[in-house]
């Protein structure tokens, strides 16, 4: 078995200012109002918690979990909800906080799924945006970095391989 090395593609400083700027743009597009920020487990966590601090305004926050990659470094297509919110939505502004979309399956499943509960609106915050892998059409509505086709597995600020690398303050490209 071939050892695993990590490429450095995004330092500390960088997400950090991306962090800023999301939080900036958010504030303004909700204004006057409380969204509910649902963070999807486990990789966004730490992106949520950082972006939750940087807003600094009324708002909610809850979690859902869903899985399509398990142990492996690619999306198996096929989506479970392993956690489900724990608050209403209904009648809310909901903005979804993810680490990565890539191919759009996870994404597009909980969309779904809490568009069946009538919140007044969803929108998507991903750190992270890699639309060349997009299988599902979805739309990130704010998105940090914008990911080259060529970009491989990525891990760190919360993003892991097989629950590995999570705790690492930048990101890199898992090889």
């Known amino acids: 078995m071939q050892a695993l090395s990590l490429k450095p593609i995004i330092s500390k400083n960088e997400i950090e200012n991306a962090v800023q700027k999301l ?3 958010i504030k303004k597009d909700y204004a006057d109002k409380c969204p509910v920020l649902i963070g999807v ?4 966590f730490i992106f949520l ?4 601090r940087e807003l600094n305004m009324p708002l909610k ?3 859902t979990r869903a899985c ?3 142990s492996k470094d690619y999306s198996s297509g ?15 502004d909901v903005l979804v906080v993810e680490d990565i979309v890539d191919t759009g399956y996870t994404l597009n499943f909980i969309i779904k799924y809490l568009e069946a ?13 890699k639309p060349s892998k997009r299988v599902v059409d979805v739309k990130v509505d704010y998105a940090g970095f914008t990911l080259d086709k060529d970009v491989g597995f990525v891990v760190g600020y919360g993003l892991d391989y097989d629950e590995e690398y999570r705790s690492l303050q930048d990101i890199y490209e898992l090889r």
């Not at 509960?117 to 945006?129: A, E, G, N, V, W």
């Open 68 to 70: 399509s990659y398990g």
């Open 41 to 44: 487990l486990k990789g966004s």
């Open 23 to 25: 939080a900036s743009e």
């Open 61 to 63: 926050i809850d979690f």
């Open 49 to 52: 918690s950082d972006l939750a």
């Open 78 to 92: 096929s989506v479970e909800l392993v956690k489900d919110i724990e608050m209403s939505i209904k009648g809310l």
């Open 117 to 129: 509960k009538k919140p007044f609106s969803i929108k998507i915050c991903s750190l992270m945006d």
